[in-house]
């Protein structure tokens, strides 16, 4: 619903999902995001640590490589470490790369960033296959300057997930 909703896809979701409802992180500027990403980051890492070894994955999708720090990928930044997106993934890894580069894959937990223009049909489309890739967890980050143009898509997910 959130997936469909944010990114106004002519398709309607087809299936009931489980699991803790989708979280949108706002944040206001490079360091609050920055900030918001590591916590965001290290919260799914601590929520997951229960779950088995093979359900414990987690990406960082963004719909371009601009929208990810180099600091993410250094020792430390994360309490995980960080690879770029390949099909051979570590278990004790995070994953972070563009939607592009994570084409047909599906990942526990997916935080999607980089979406600074809702009204771009391109971007919207992006948000819908990465909002899809997600089998548990959900953290979509959103500029603060979007809260105007996405109120009437937050209410029609609201209506969706009824």
Request: hydrophobic share 40%; glycine share 6%; aromatic share 6%.
């Amino acid at each position: 619903a959130y997936a469909h909703g944010l990114s106004q896809t002519e398709s309607v979701p087809t299936r009931d999902a489980k699991g803790p409802m989708p979280q949108l992180v706002w944040y206001k500027d490079l360091n609050s995001y920055k900030r918001a990403l590591k916590d965001t980051v290290n919260g799914l890492i601590h929520d997951m640590k229960d779950l088995s070894e093979k359900s414990r994955n987690i990406v960082v999708l963004s719909l371009t490589n601009d929208a990810l720090p180099n600091e993410i990928f250094e020792k430390g930044y994360f309490n995980q470490p960080v690879d770029k997106i390949s099909a051979t993934r570590q278990s004790d890894r995070i994953q972070a790369g563009t939607l592009q580069s994570f084409k047909g894959l599906e990942s526990s937990a997916v935080v999607l960033v980089g979406l600074q223009d809702v009204q771009n049909k391109a971007s919207r489309q992006l948000v819908y296959v990465g909002g899809t890739r997600a089998k548990l967890f959900l953290k979509i980050f959103l500029p603060e300057n979007l809260k105007e143009d996405l109120r009437d898509r937050l209410a029609s997910i609201m209506e969706l997930l009824r």
